[in-house]
């Protein structure tokens, strides 16, 4: 419907008055059918209206929060009670009350302090309400680093607050290192609290074990700030007070219980992609997992980039979630209904589902609510909470569409007031937005209409709102089916995949998992996937507390500092079975027969509870859509398992089946070995990690050759250039956990070059028995030999990395001997003629490509195949062209393959270099080393 047209610089008045009129209001513009906009006084409804309702008012910000800093200060909020659900309800505030209690505790008056507030949640009775406040004496800039976010709780019928975590110790413990940051509550079936905060309080209790420098808060991956995951809160001190149950490097926010008990919450994963989408854990911490999103992030209006947040479980079961960009000036975007139960993203079903077409997600309404930042010509919803009376109206934040009135006269720099904007129905072609203007309304989707229940006013805005109902409890999550207690007691779990070669249900394997799983074929002796390598991120913190310089990272920040948590062998069918320590972020790599990893990174952290098997069919190309790591929905394992095989038993072709029998048709090779080994003590872990990839050929039956052991590949005890407190193998205090492998360049692998070994004899005649003593440039007066300088003198790329370090993994330019004796670049002057028939010179030099490359020791075939048998060494430089000269000097000779290197280095020396370059190259894998800090 068309109203009649605002004059210049009409009153807001008139805007609210439109609003307000039960007019179809939200349309307009191309955008379909309209949601009915009802007056507050008409045909109130009383089972929403006796329902207490708390908000959260706010002045609209001059600047825009980013979802990425879930603790950005916004002050000025204000939390509002109100008995009922009506418009001409009284409000009560307790802003007042906070400020007071915060005060007396700082010993400060009320009017000192500002406050910002949000995360409103209701207990399943309708009883409490809690949410997150942060108060800040004046001035903000000086006192804000002093300040934590903190958890409240209001009792809804004595209207009375109170902090949830009464001693002021515990809620401020770690504030100085990064901690006690407690935002976003929410109740659990057994009135424990899920929170998102910078607790870390596992994290920061295996930091204390594992001897760290300093004990902190680990900064997300941006290094912005403290990671914000998941912690639950147990007012009753049934158990432990405080629980860290996600172990994310990056935030996890809005945290809200299903039906089911689980948890869901929204997941900043900012490992290999920068989005947020929806996961689920059990309140144990098991059973992470994606839920939806993960390959929607461009799935907003016309493509929009967008984030998953607040989402809610309808009656329904389908998922409520406001989506919009990162930091959306509108300061909301548009509600849209996910079914979570058919469909892993926007256009993309489960496994049970993804050939049928549809969409996993729709808007909560017809009209044209946008999620990007153009003109939303139905508004926008900036929150949305479900009511529980079996209807499925909604309570939402929304702001109308409003743009700067086309007739409005403006002078330069002139803030346009109420006066000068009009609705977009009225100026449907007028692209100039105005101010968000939010109030709360309750949404009908049966009846498409929406009543106000706040009304909005210029310059404020209602964040959010929710109601204190009485409503279902979630169920109780018991123990899940997969759960080992002798895992649990070691504080372990275990990770179990069916098949790497397994890509969504498709065996991708070189030549069919049952024909490397059959011992005596040429495709056993050829399987590509031989190991695994389980690695995990190594925390960061804050500059202010503990600064790692730049050059500890070496070459290459995008690795990250990573040690290695250990190795299991890979079964011939390719399945896994690995016991992990439990409370840990982790992440793997498959690796080939030499210990080096093969396919694409698994850039996604994982992580296990204690007792918790997790399983999993297979891998996933991250180049595709298909739903993958959601529970429940997994294809089917392109890995035949085990079969009847001759002599009636169950078991794989060609394996010595009376020791390694399988227990059911179907069975992995991994579940049999599990089943079996080891054969003194079954019940012991078969596959716990081990410090190096070691294998014992026990499949292969009697009638066939058995492959060849690999043991040749541990440190070795008589390396004794690595002194007792530098060690690769590094254990915590706690003696029941397995050692981690951190590698540091200049105590671990520079050793390798300088290490006394059989001398080798050069074309000239000299022995060598150090690398060093060829691979040298005395005093800057010899080219060392292959143009490679293994010493550890300072490097003229960058002074604090060894020279040694920087040949090896940067490219460089060709030296030689000048006509005066010394060493210098090699460099050819050329001349050439543009275009314009204009002459010019340029001055080349004579590259030497890097021999070993960070992040990949297959991709150092270079320096590698020295060691098996390939060529070695750089080639001849290129010829010089016709139109080049080049400074008098003496090249040195071409030094491929003159001297045999296949046997210098041991295999676990070689293995040691492997894991280093494959896990990033770093120059410092312990980034809390005592001489990062001289």
């Given at each position: 419907?068309?109203?009649?047209?605002?004059?210049?610089?009409?009153?807001?008045?008139?805007?609210?008055?439109?609003?307000?009129?039960?007019?179809?209001?939200?349309?307009?513009?191309?955008?379909?059918?309209?949601?009915?906009?009802?007056?507050?006084?008409?045909?109130?409804?009383?089972?929403?209206?006796?329902?207490?309702?708390?908000?959260?008012?706010?002045?609209?910000?001059?600047?825009?929060?980013?979802?990425?800093?879930?603790?950005?200060?916004?002050?000025?909020?204000?939390?509002?009670?109100?008995?009922?659900?009506?418009?001409?309800?009284?409000?009560?505030?307790?802003?007042?009350?906070?400020?007071?209690?915060?005060?007396?505790?700082?010993?400060?008056?009320?009017?000192?302090?500002?406050?910002?507030?949000?995360?409103?949640?209701?207990?399943?009775?309708?009883?409490?309400?809690?949410?997150?406040?942060?108060?800040?004496?004046?001035?903000?800039?000086?006192?804000?680093?002093?300040?934590?976010?903190?958890?409240?709780?209001?009792?809804?019928?004595?209207?009375?607050?109170?902090?949830?975590?009464?001693?002021?110790?515990?809620?401020?413990?770690?504030?100085?290192?990064?901690?006690?940051?407690?935002?976003?509550?929410?109740?659990?079936?057994?009135?424990?609290?899920?929170?998102?905060?910078?607790?870390?309080?596992?994290?920061?209790?295996?930091?204390?074990?594992?001897?760290?420098?300093?004990?902190?808060?680990?900064?997300?991956?941006?290094?912005?700030?403290?990671?914000?995951?998941?912690?639950i809160y147990d007012p009753l001190l049934r158990a432990e007070e405080f629980q860290q149950i996600s172990f994310n490097l990056s935030h996890d926010l809005d945290p809200t219980v299903l039906a089911s008990g689980e948890i869901l919450f929204s997941r900043w994963n900012n490992t290999a992609t920068d989005h947020i989408s929806l996961y689920r854990v059990e309140p144990s911490g098991a059973g992470l997992a994606p839920v939806y999103g993960f390959h929607s992030q461009n799935a907003?209006?016309?493509?929009?980039?967008?984030?998953?947040?607040?989402?809610?479980?309808?009656?329904?079961?389908?998922?409520?979630?406001?989506?919009?960009?990162?930091?959306?000036?509108?300061?909301?975007?548009?509600?849209?209904?996910?079914?979570?139960?058919?469909?892993?993203?926007?256009?993309?079903?489960?496994?049970?589902?993804?050939?049928?077409?549809?969409?996993?997600?729709?808007?909560?309404?017809?009209?044209?609510?946008?999620?990007?930042?153009?003109?939303?010509?139905?508004?926008?919803?900036?929150?949305?909470?479900?009511?529980?009376?079996?209807?499925?109206?909604?309570?939402?934040?929304?702001?109308?569409?409003?743009?700067?009135?086309?007739?409005?006269?403006?002078?330069?720099?002139?803030?346009?007031?109420?006066?000068?904007?009009?609705?977009?129905?009225?100026?449907?072609?007028?692209?100039?937005?105005?101010?968000?203007?939010?109030?709360?309304?309750?949404?009908?989707?049966a009846a498409d209409t929406q009543r106000p229940v706040v009304i909005a006013e210029e310059g404020f805005w209602i964040s959010e709102i929710i109601a204190a109902e009485n409503r279902d409890f979630p169920d109780l999550l018991p123990p899940g089916e997969r759960f080992d207690a002798e895992l649990a007691a070691a504080d372990q779990g275990q990770l179990r995949i069916a098949s790497v070669y397994d890509f969504d249900g498709v065996d991708s394997s070189p030549q069919g998992i049952?024909?490397?799983?059959?011992?005596?074929?040429?495709?056993?002796?050829?399987?590509?996937?031989?190991?695994?390598?389980?690695?995990?991120?190594?925390?960061?913190?804050?500059?202010?507390?503990?600064?790692?310089?730049?050059?500890?990272?070496?070459?290459?920040?995008?690795?990250?500092?990573?040690?290695?948590?250990?190795?299991?062998?890979?079964?011939?069918?390719?399945?896994?079975?690995?016991?992990?320590?439990?409370?840990?972020?982790?992440?793997?790599?498959?690796?080939?027969?030499?210990?080096?990893?093969?396919?694409?990174?698994?850039?996604?952290?994982?992580?296990?509870?204690?007792?918790?098997?997790?399983?999993?069919?297979?891998?996933?190309?991250?180049?595709?859509?298909?739903?993958?790591?959601?529970?429940?929905?997994?294809?089917?394992?392109?890995?035949?398992?085990?079969?009847?095989?001759?002599?009636?038993?169950?078991?794989?072709?060609?394996?010595?089946?009376?020791?390694?029998?399988?227990?059911?048709?179907?069975?992995?090779?991994?579940?049999?070995?599990?089943?079996?080994?080891?054969?003194?003590?079954?019940?012991?872990?078969?596959?716990?990690?081990?410090?190096?990839?070691?294998?014992?050929?026990?499949?292969?039956?009697?009638?066939?050759?058995?492959?060849?052991?690999?043991?040749?590949?541990?440190?070795?005890?008589?390396?004794?250039?690595?002194?007792?407190?530098?060690?690769?193998?590094?254990?915590?205090?706690?003696?029941?956990?397995?050692?981690?492998?951190?590698?540091?360049?200049?105590?671990?692998?520079?050793?390798?070059?300088?290490?006394?070994?059989?001398?080798?004899?050069?074309?000239?005649?000299?022995?060598?028995?150090?690398?060093?003593?060829?691979?040298?440039?005395?005093?800057?007066?010899?080219?060392?030999?292959?143009?490679?300088?293994?010493?550890?003198?300072?490097?003229?790329?960058?002074?604090?990395?060894?020279?040694?370090?920087?040949?090896?993994?940067?490219?460089?330019?060709?030296?030689?001997?000048?006509?005066?004796?010394?060493?210098?670049?090699?460099?050819?002057?050329?001349?050439?003629?543009?275009?314009?028939?204009?002459?010019?010179?340029?001055?080349?030099?004579?590259?030497?490509?890097?021999?070993l490359r960070a992040g990949s020791a297959n991709a150092s075939s270079a320096f590698f195949q020295c060691f098996e048998g390939g060529s070695c060494g750089p080639a001849d430089a290129p010829a010089l062209p016709t139109n080049c000269v080049e400074d008098e000097g003496e090249p040195v000779p071409a030094t491929r393959n003159t001297i045999n290197h296949v046997g210098m280095l041991s295999e676990a020396e070689l293995h040691l270099i492997s894991e280093w370059l494959d896990i990033?190259?770093?120059?410092?894998?312990?980034?809390?080393?005592?001489?990062?800090?001289?």
């Amino acid at each position: 419907m068309q109203g009649p047209v605002l004059s210049k610089r009409a009153h807001s008045a008139a805007v609210l008055a439109l609003a307000l009129s039960c007019l179809t209001a939200c349309g307009g513009g191309g955008g379909g059918g309209g949601v009915s906009l009802v007056s507050g006084d008409q045909d109130e409804d009383p089972v929403v209206v006796e329902i207490p309702i708390a908000y959260v008012r706010r002045p609209v910000p001059e600047q825009f929060s980013d979802l990425r800093d879930p603790l950005a200060f916004n002050p000025g909020a204000q939390l509002l009670l109100r008995e009922r659900a009506a418009t001409t309800a009284k409000d009560i505030d307790i802003t007042a009350q906070i400020t007071a209690i915060v005060a007396e505790e700082l010993a400060t008056e009320a009017e000192n302090l500002v406050v910002d507030i949000k995360g409103l949640e209701s207990s399943f009775d309708g009883e409490t309400i809690v949410f997150a406040a942060r108060v800040v004496p004046e001035p903000v800039a000086a006192n804000l680093e002093t300040t934590t976010w903190n958890l409240w709780q209001l009792d809804v019928q004595s209207e009375q607050v109170s902090y949830l975590i009464p001693s002021r110790i515990k809620r401020n413990e770690g504030l100085e290192s990064g901690g006690a940051q407690d935002i976003a509550p929410h109740f659990l079936a057994d009135d424990r609290i899920v929170f998102s905060s910078t607790r870390q309080i596992a994290s920061q209790a295996r930091q204390l074990n594992e001897g760290r420098a300093q004990i902190f808060s680990a900064l997300d991956e941006d290094r912005r700030s403290p990671a914000a995951v998941l912690h639950i809160y147990d007012p009753l001190l049934r158990a432990e007070e405080f629980q860290q149950i996600s172990f994310n490097l990056s935030h996890d926010l809005d945290p809200t219980v299903l039906a089911s008990g689980e948890i869901l919450f929204s997941r900043w994963n900012n490992t290999a992609t920068d989005h947020i989408s929806l996961y689920r854990v059990e309140p144990s911490g098991a059973g992470l997992a994606p839920v939806y999103g993960f390959h929607s992030q461009n799935a907003g209006t016309d493509g929009a980039r967008i984030a998953f947040t607040q989402a809610r479980q309808l009656d329904d079961g389908r998922l409520a979630s406001v989506v919009h960009g990162f930091s959306p000036e509108s300061l909301g975007g548009e509600i849209v209904l996910i079914d979570a139960a058919n469909f892993a993203d926007a256009d993309q079903g489960l496994w049970n589902n993804r050939n049928t077409g549809g969409s996993g997600q729709e808007s909560l309404t017809d009209t044209e609510v946008r999620s990007d930042d153009l003109i939303s010509r139905g508004g926008q919803y900036g929150s949305v909470y479900p009511l529980r009376d079996g209807t499925g109206r909604l309570l939402v934040t929304w702001s109308e569409c409003r743009v700067i009135d086309a007739d409005a006269t403006l002078l330069e720099g002139e803030v346009a007031s109420a006066g000068d904007l009009a609705p977009c129905t009225l100026q449907p072609e007028n692209t100039d937005s105005a101010p968000p203007l939010y109030g709360a309304w309750i949404y009908d989707p049966a009846a498409d209409t929406q009543r106000p229940v706040v009304i909005a006013e210029e310059g404020f805005w209602i964040s959010e709102i929710i109601a204190a109902e009485n409503r279902d409890f979630p169920d109780l999550l018991p123990p899940g089916e997969r759960f080992d207690a002798e895992l649990a007691a070691a504080d372990q779990g275990q990770l179990r995949i069916a098949s790497v070669y397994d890509f969504d249900g498709v065996d991708s394997s070189p030549q069919g998992i049952p024909n490397h799983a059959r011992p005596g074929t040429p495709a056993f002796r050829e399987r590509p996937a031989r190991f695994l390598r389980v690695i995990t991120p190594v925390p960061l913190p804050d500059p202010d507390i503990f600064e790692i310089p730049r050059y500890a990272a070496g070459v290459s920040t995008a690795f990250g500092f990573r040690e290695i948590l250990g190795y299991v062998p890979i079964e011939p069918d390719g399945s896994v079975s690995a016991n992990i320590p439990a409370g840990r972020p982790f992440s793997f790599e498959i690796l080939d027969l030499r210990g080096r990893s093969i396919g694409p990174r698994h850039n996604y952290w994982l992580q296990l509870a204690p007792g918790e098997v997790l399983e999993c069919a297979g891998c996933h190309d991250h180049g595709s859509a298909q739903p993958h790591g959601l529970v429940g929905s997994q294809p089917t394992s392109a890995n035949p398992g085990a079969r009847g095989i001759a002599g009636g038993v169950t078991g794989y072709p060609g394996t010595d089946s009376d020791s390694l029998f399988a227990q059911d048709s179907g069975a992995t090779m991994a579940e049999t070995w599990d089943f079996h080994m080891p054969a003194d003590n079954p019940a012991a872990a078969a596959r716990a990690l081990d410090t190096a990839p070691t294998y014992e050929d026990l499949w292969s039956g009697p009638q066939v050759n058995a492959d060849p052991p690999i043991m040749d590949r541990e440190y070795a005890a008589d390396w004794t250039d690595i002194p007792p407190e530098r060690a690769i193998l590094t254990r915590g205090f706690d003696a029941t956990q397995p050692p981690r492998s951190v590698i540091n360049y200049i105590d671990h692998i520079q050793p390798i070059w300088e290490r006394l070994r059989t001398p080798v004899t050069d074309a000239m005649g000299t022995e060598h028995a150090h690398c060093t003593s060829c691979h040298i440039s005395t005093d800057d007066a010899l080219v060392p030999a292959g143009q490679l300088d293994l010493t550890s003198s300072p490097s003229d790329l960058d002074p604090e990395h060894y020279r040694s370090y920087r040949e090896l993994l940067s490219g460089d330019d060709e030296q030689w001997i000048d006509t005066g004796g010394a060493l210098a670049d090699r460099v050819r002057t050329c001349t050439e003629t543009n275009n314009e028939g204009e002459t010019f010179t340029t001055v080349q030099s004579v590259s030497v490509a890097a021999t070993l490359r960070a992040g990949s020791a297959n991709a150092s075939s270079a320096f590698f195949q020295c060691f098996e048998g390939g060529s070695c060494g750089p080639a001849d430089a290129p010829a010089l062209p016709t139109n080049c000269v080049e400074d008098e000097g003496e090249p040195v000779p071409a030094t491929r393959n003159t001297i045999n290197h296949v046997g210098m280095l041991s295999e676990a020396e070689l293995h040691l270099i492997s894991e280093w370059l494959d896990i990033g190259a770093q120059y410092f894998n312990n980034p809390f080393d005592s001489r990062l800090q001289d």
